[in-house]
């Protein structure tokens, strides 16, 4: 796999704000999610990839080619985010997925069984595993949560309130997998996401 260019620019060019890119498996409920966290100072370019490369290693590998010629300036804050799910992907795909990621300076935002859970964690600390996506849902749509959830909703704006929750739902589940040497990319860590990571980040961006 070839490596995403990074560019270097001299000194006498006008400074510009970091872009993130996130290539993700092509979903409409991450794009409408993240397009959220856009502001004139956090400059997110979501690069959807075509289904044939939603396993994990595909993705982390098709990074470059899924960037093309949109500009990449790691030495002027630029980030590469792969998002992705648990789905069918064995522990030898994940794996293979991490080390490209690292290998290449990339961040991974992972969630297993499936993004959804990022949303659950707004209303409860789910530590018992889930079976799939769909099990997800089922208890994202219980009574006093997300009742009416569709994956084409916006639903940014009503989980707000609720994100720091959230964030240390999330941030709490890894550091008890961590505490018994459980590794994260792995499919029996279920449930876990480590999406709190990117949008900690984003936030931290959206008004500088």
Partial sequence: MSRVKEI???????????VV??????????????????????HIDILPIPSQYKAADKLVQKVSSTLGTNPYYPDEG???WCVFDRDENTDEMLKKAET?????????AYSNPA???????????????LADCNAVIRQLKQKGRLENYEKSQDIYRILLEKQPDAIKR???????????????????????????ELVKYLNQHRGS
Wanted: net charge positive; proline share 2%; aromatic share 12%.
């Fill in 21 to 42: 890119y996130l290539i993700c498996e092509g979903s409409e409920t991450e794009i409408r999610y993240f397009k959220r966290f856009r502001t004139r100072y956090c």
């Fill in 170 to 196: 999330s941030e709490k589940r890894v550091a008890e997998l961590h505490s018994k040497n459980q590794e994260i990319l792995v499919r029996k860590s279920n449930p876990v996401t480590t999406v709190s």
């Fill in 100 to 108: 490209l990621a690292n290998k290449n300076g990339y961040h991974i």
């Fill in 78 to 80: 630029d980030q590469i």
């Fill in 8 to 18: 270097n620019r001299n000194s006498k060019h006008r400074k510009r704000n970091p």
């Fill in 115 to 129: 993004f959804e859970l990022w949303f659950l964690l707004h209303f409860v600390n789910q530590t018992t595993e």
